[in-house]
């Protein structure tokens, strides 16, 4: 069995010299799947001492944070999902302020610093905003990590630059660094950090020990105020304010740091958090990655097979990377297509994992474009996926089927693909194999996007080793030029696809043929030279073949920015397109130019021949 994430927590907060407690802190430690896919939080805020009601803005912003962030798509990068929580939280704070009697004086609103870290994988993404402080403690070597976001007017008079609450929009700083066993990880109010030094903590730390006799790894046994049991599912929650940890060794050194800053004269509240890196997981694993471990490879379907309740119906495609098949679930009497791996292909876990993330993507997105995976209602033994039945044709097939489509019947498939994409990228997820033959329109002209083995999950890249990032998943002719180059994809990569497919549908074919795929360096791809639409026989206006042009753009800075960008430009003439002059006879029929060049060039050699006979 893989290696889980495994962390050891201390807590202390303590009113200090103060009459109330304006600090508030928090730990989920949630249960698998989450704790894979989701990661550890911890969280600390510090309200501002001359509020009032600042005390409710750190409760709010922890307890907030701490919910919220496990409710966000686990397709989402930590980034993503904590910059989504802490926007909302921010907005919502700065409007219960401007509600109040303080909206004119933002030191008496709800505004508190905030500090944060999400342990996930073999990460720590820390996010940071005011003059708390993260600390880390690596191999008798103390770094800080964090920056004061406070300027001092005086020797004895400042303010706060940056928190939580202070505007309408808050700009958090965001780092990741990759973690080590035996890493701790200190976070600390500025009633503690600013009376305790290095030197106490170097004194501290090495005189309890090293990783593995400071106490058993454990958290403090305070009931969570951070949502409800099952919200989040089975976890381990700790959301407190003014609690004396006392539980482990590292609930010990916590209190002994807050106590010495006490001693050492802080007038302020007093709050650290401990984090002790365990163990590690391996870089791989995740939920797909177990799964793959559980789940035995399917036996060689044929007709009439019973696999898990699914009775198999014949064989509709098969491939060297999966095989097809129409099967009837008995259940429901539910014609479904079963989708098994490849055999050539069953001996490698790579290929295994991405072959279930189909499903696993499939679940995560919501959209009538995009196929549809069966619900499980039964235990399952085999690996395989199921997915809905889409009766109707590829788009390979239909473009053999339609040589010379309309250029609205064109555009009414391209923007229900678009839709499909927009459905991947709101998700943070890149489809990178964006083809015809992945593209079905059903019996009522519904157009959907199936197979999902070459996506690009944010959340689940970052389960990955740095080695397992790189390599094309997708087809070559419809890959972005920047895949070539080792790059990562991009919304933009699949705007290119798609724009290779809305040329190809109105041409019959490639913008670049197969240069494209030839051309693996920068030099290479700013040779290569764009087939114009513009074509005799077809009826496409200049102003759609600028619209291709740009989106088909070797260069993903040249691109257009967002999928709607160039569905708008497909239906309403861009007058910069219609400024331009038509392209010239090289870029729309190089034949006809060559063989004009060479008719000419004969016609001045007889010219000159003639010339030289006459002397």
Same mark, same amino acid.
């Given at each position: 069995?893989?290696?889980?994430?495994?962390?050891?927590?201390?807590?202390?907060?303590?009113?200090?010299?103060?009459?109330?407690?304006? #600090?508030?802190?928090?730990?989920?430690?949630?249960?698998?799947?989450?704790?894979?896919?989701?990661?550890?939080?911890?969280?600390?805020?510090?309200?501002?001492?001359?509020?009032?009601?600042?005390?409710?803005?750190?409760?709010?912003?922890?307890?907030?944070?701490?919910?919220?962030?496990? /409710?966000?798509?686990?397709?989402?990068?930590?980034?993503? %999902?904590?910059?989504?929580?802490?926007?909302?939280?921010?907005?919502?704070?700065?409007?219960?302020?401007?509600?109040?009697?303080?909206?004119?004086?933002?030191?008496?609103?709800?505004? /508190?610093?905030?500090?944060?870290?999400?342990?996930?994988?073999?990460?720590?993404?820390?996010?940071?905003?005011?003059?708390?402080?993260?600390? &880390?403690?690596?191999?008798?070597?103390?770094?800080?990590?964090?920056? #004061?976001?406070?300027?001092?007017?005086?020797?004895?008079?400042?303010?706060?630059?940056?928190?939580? $609450?202070? @505007?309408?929009?808050? +700009?958090?700083?965001?780092?990741?660094?990759?973690?080590?066993?035996?890493?701790?990880?200190?976070?600390?109010?500025?009633?503690?950090? +600013? *009376?305790?030094?290095?030197?106490?903590?170097?004194?501290?730390?090495?005189?309890?020990?090293?990783?593995?006799?400071?106490?058993?790894?454990?958290?403090?046994?305070?009931?969570?105020?951070?949502?409800?049991?099952?919200?989040?599912?089975?976890?381990?929650?700790? /959301?407190?304010?003014?609690?004396?940890?006392? @539980?482990?060794?590292?609930?010990?050194?916590?209190?002994?740091?807050?106590?010495?800053? &006490?001693?050492? $004269?802080?007038?302020?509240?007093?709050?650290?958090?401990?984090?002790?890196?365990?163990?590690?997981?391996?870089?791989?694993?995740?939920?797909?990655?177990?799964?793959?471990?559980?789940?035995?490879?399917?036996?060689?379907? +044929?007709?009439?097979?019973?696999? #898990?309740?699914?009775?198999?119906?014949?064989?509709?495609? @098969?491939? =060297?990377?999966?095989?097809?098949?129409?099967?009837?679930?008995?259940?429901?009497?539910?014609?479904?297509?079963?989708?098994?791996?490849?055999?050539?292909?069953?001996?490698?876990?790579?290929?295994?994992?991405?072959?279930?993330?189909?499903?696993?993507?499939?679940?995560?997105?919501? =959209?009538?474009?995009?196929?549809?995976?069966?619900?499980?209602?039964?235990?399952?033994?085999?690996?395989?996926?199921?997915?809905?039945?889409?009766? $109707?044709?590829?788009?390979?097939?239909?473009?053999?089927?339609?040589?010379? !489509?309309?250029?609205?019947?064109?555009?009414?498939?391209?923007?229900?693909?678009?839709?499909?994409?927009?459905?991947?990228?709101?998700?943070?997820?890149?489809?990178?194999?964006?083809?015809?033959?992945?593209?079905?329109?059903? %019996?009522?002209?519904?157009?959907?996007?199936?197979?999902?083995?070459?996506?690009?999950?944010? $959340?689940?890249?970052?389960?990955?080793?740095?080695?397992?990032?790189? @390599?094309?998943?997708?087809?070559?002719?419809?890959?972005? !030029?920047?895949?070539?180059?080792?790059?990562?994809?991009?919304?933009?990569?699949?705007?290119?696809?798609?724009?290779?497919?809305?040329?190809?549908?109105?041409?019959?074919?490639?913008? *670049?043929?197969?240069?494209?795929?030839?051309?693996?360096?920068?030099?290479?791809?700013?040779?290569?030279?764009?087939?114009?639409?513009?074509?005799?026989?077809?009826?496409?206006?200049?102003?759609?073949?600028?619209?291709?042009?740009?989106?088909?753009?070797?260069?993903?800075?040249?691109? *257009?920015?967002?999928?709607?960008?160039?569905?708008?430009?497909?239906?309403?003439?861009?007058?910069?397109?219609?400024?331009?002059?038509?392209? !010239? &006879?090289?870029?729309?029929?190089?034949?006809?130019?060559?063989?004009?060049?060479?008719?000419?060039?004969?016609?001045?050699?007889?010219?000159?021949?003639?010339?030289?006979?006459?002397?």
């Amino acid at each position: 069995m893989s290696p889980k994430l495994i962390v050891s927590t201390g807590q202390y907060s303590d009113k200090g010299r103060k009459e109330t407690n304006q #600090d508030f802190h928090g730990i989920v430690t949630p249960a698998e799947p989450l704790l894979s896919s989701k990661g550890i939080a911890v969280a600390l805020a510090d309200g501002i001492s001359s509020s009032e009601v600042s005390q409710i803005a750190s409760e709010t912003a922890v307890s907030g944070f701490l919910e919220d962030y496990y /409710c966000t798509s686990e397709a989402w990068s930590v980034k993503t %999902s904590a910059d989504r929580v802490l926007a909302a939280m921010n907005s919502w704070l700065f409007a219960e302020t401007q509600q109040s009697q303080s909206r004119y004086d933002k030191d008496r609103g709800y505004v /508190c610093t905030f500090s944060a870290m999400v342990i996930k994988s073999t990460t720590a993404h820390v996010f940071h905003v005011g003059d708390a402080r993260i600390y &880390l403690l690596r191999d008798g070597s103390l770094e800080q990590l964090t920056s #004061d976001h406070r300027v001092w007017v005086s020797r004895d008079q400042s303010y706060l630059s940056r928190a939580l $609450g202070i @505007g309408p929009r808050v +700009e958090i700083d965001y780092f990741a660094l990759q973690i080590e066993k035996g890493d701790l990880f200190i976070l600390a109010t500025d009633g503690v950090h +600013e *009376y305790v030094d290095a030197d106490f903590l170097h004194s501290l730390f090495s005189t309890a020990g090293t990783v593995g006799t400071l106490g058993p790894p454990s958290t403090p046994s305070v009931p969570g105020t951070a949502g409800t049991p099952g919200t989040l599912g089975e976890r381990d929650t700790v /959301c407190t304010a003014g609690a004396h940890g006392l @539980g482990s060794g590292l609930d010990r050194l916590a209190r002994d740091m807050a106590e010495e800053a &006490l001693r050492r $004269g802080s007038q302020d509240n007093l709050t650290v958090q401990l984090v002790r890196i365990e163990t590690l997981p391996d870089a791989a694993a995740s939920e797909i990655h177990q799964r793959v471990s559980e789940l035995a490879l399917a036996p060689t379907l +044929e007709a009439r097979m019973l696999v #898990d309740g699914y009775r198999v119906v014949k064989e509709v495609h @098969g491939s =060297s990377r999966s095989h097809v098949f129409l099967a009837i679930d008995e259940e429901t009497s539910t014609p479904v297509i079963l989708k098994t791996p490849s055999v050539d292909l069953q001996g490698d876990p790579a290929y295994l994992e991405r072959f279930l993330m189909e499903e696993w993507v499939a679940r995560r997105i919501n =959209s009538p474009h995009v196929l549809k995976p069966v619900a499980q209602t039964r235990k399952r033994n085999y690996l395989y996926v199921v997915m809905e039945l889409i009766d $109707g044709q590829s788009l390979a097939q239909w473009m053999i089927d339609n040589p010379r !489509p309309k250029l609205e019947t064109v555009r009414g498939i391209v923007e229900q693909i678009a839709k499909g994409l927009r459905a991947f990228h709101r998700v943070e997820m890149l489809h990178q194999d964006l083809r015809p033959e992945n593209i079905m329109i059903d %019996s009522t002209g519904t157009v959907k996007i199936i197979d999902f083995g070459s996506t690009s999950v944010a $959340g689940v890249m970052e389960h990955a080793a740095p080695g397992e990032r790189t @390599g094309i998943l997708g087809t070559e002719q419809y890959a972005a !030029p920047e895949y070539f180059l080792g790059e990562a994809g991009s919304p933009r990569s699949d705007l290119f696809s798609l724009g290779v497919i809305t040329y190809q549908m109105l041409t019959g074919r490639l913008p *670049y043929g197969t240069d494209a795929a030839k051309a693996r360096t920068r030099s290479a791809q700013r040779k290569l030279q764009y087939r114009s639409a513009l074509h005799d026989k077809r009826e496409i206006p200049a102003w759609v073949d600028g619209a291709l042009r740009t989106a088909v753009h070797p260069d993903p800075a040249k691109r *257009y920015q967002e999928l709607s960008e160039f569905m708008f430009d497909l239906r309403q003439p861009n007058q910069a397109f219609l400024r331009r002059t038509r392209p !010239p &006879l090289l870029e729309r029929n190089p034949v006809i130019f060559w063989k004009s060049v060479s008719l000419v060039l004969a016609l001045l050699v007889i010219a000159l021949l003639k010339a030289l006979n006459k002397t």
